[in-house]
């Protein structure tokens, strides 16, 4: 079996990732069951895509030879495999796509290995739209082998696709990920916060500063939605404040904090103290709003 291709496949975690994920693996004829915590998801989706009905899950994982994992936290995924390991066969492989700390893949990697199954960590990067157009970047740490046999499942949901290396660096990689994401955050939501109070037009500000060397994807794809005050869109900032304390934790075992990494945390941990936690990441610049907002007080 170690030497085929991973053909069928369950999605556990039915969110705003796994959702579009279970349809692109649907498209590409690889996906034979999905599987949530609230059993209403995997009904609808299941449905949607007409997929078989198995009578319980042992059979149903016990047909797969896959099942690609998307979920919000480090327990939750320890959860997930808890439940996945007495029922897949010997052989199978476990994608995980969440974004946990790369001690956690190293555990599900040792855990599921003394059960004869595979293990890929496989954060994905790209949001909501990535997801969607099946064009995610994905960054894998795990076995060469099972990495090659997983191939048709990345080609089906990802566009930028590499394996980094052994089990954890995947996440290791997400991880440093997420830092130039949230840098980049600060630096859009700072500038544009700035641009509001020096009376620019900011449809022309976001198109300058985007043809040149300025330009980013964060000002191209949430710039507008900022200036119109939609933050509805894109990643949760609560996913992101969980994602920069795995960096902190990983830049403690190394012994060094960076700034950065310390400033967002505090900033997104605010922002979900007063009730934003659910909108995007670039709700952030209410808070970039109110730097300007002490400067006309203290005017």
């Known amino acids: 079996m170690s030497d085929n291709k991973l053909t069928q496949t369950i999605v556990y ?12 693996l649907h498209k590409n004829g690889l996906l034979i069951g999905v599987k949530n915590r609230t059993e209403g998801k995997a009904k609808s989706i299941s449905s949607e895509l007409g997929l078989k009905i198995f009578d319980n899950d042992q059979a149903m994982f016990q047909a797969a030879d896959s099942v690609l994992t998307c979920v919000s936290a480090d327990r ?3 959860d997930v495999i808890d439940r996945l390991v007495n029922l897949l066969p010997a052989g199978a492989v476990v994608i ?30 790209g949001g909501v739209e990535g997801a969607k157009k099946g064009t995610l970047s994905i ?6 082998s099972d990495y090659k046999r997983a191939s048709d499942i990345f080609a089906a949901i990802g566009s930028q696709i590499t394996h980094m290396g052994k089990v954890g660096q995947g996440q290791a990689t997400k991880a440093v990920n997420q830092v ?10 700072t500038t544009l916060a700035f641009a509001e109070n020096c009376n620019l037009d900011l449809k022309k500000t976001i198109e300058v500063l985007g043809a040149g060397a300025a330009g980013n994807w964060f000002l191209d794809n949430r710039g507008q939605t900022m200036i119109k005050d939609e933050f509805n869109v894109g990643f949760k900032l609560q996913l992101l404040l969980k994602d920069l304390k795995i ?11 960076v700034p950065l990494v310390n400033d967002c945390i505090k900033d997104y941990a605010e922002l979900v103290k007063r009730g934003y936690g ?15 907002e002490k400067e006309d007080n203290d005017a």
Request: hydrophobic share 45%; aromatic share 2%.
């Open 139 to 144: 960054m894998i740490g795990g076995e060469r």
């Open 278 to 292: 659910d909108e995007d990441i670039s709700a952030l610049i209410r808070l970039r709003r109110e730097l300007f």
């Open 96 to 125: 995980d796509s969440s974004t946990v700390s790369p001690k956690t893949a190293r555990k599900v990697a040792k855990d599921l290995k003394a059960k004869g199954i595979g293990f890929l960590d496989a954060p994905v990067s």
């Open 180 to 189: 130039m994401v949230a840098g980049v955050a600060q630096a859009v939501c």
């Open 13 to 24: 975690g039915l969110g705003a990732m796994g959702r579009p994920m279970a349809r692109n």
């Open 247 to 257: 960096c902190q934790e990983a830049l403690q075992d190394m012994d060094t904090q």
């Open 76 to 78: 939750d995924l320890l």
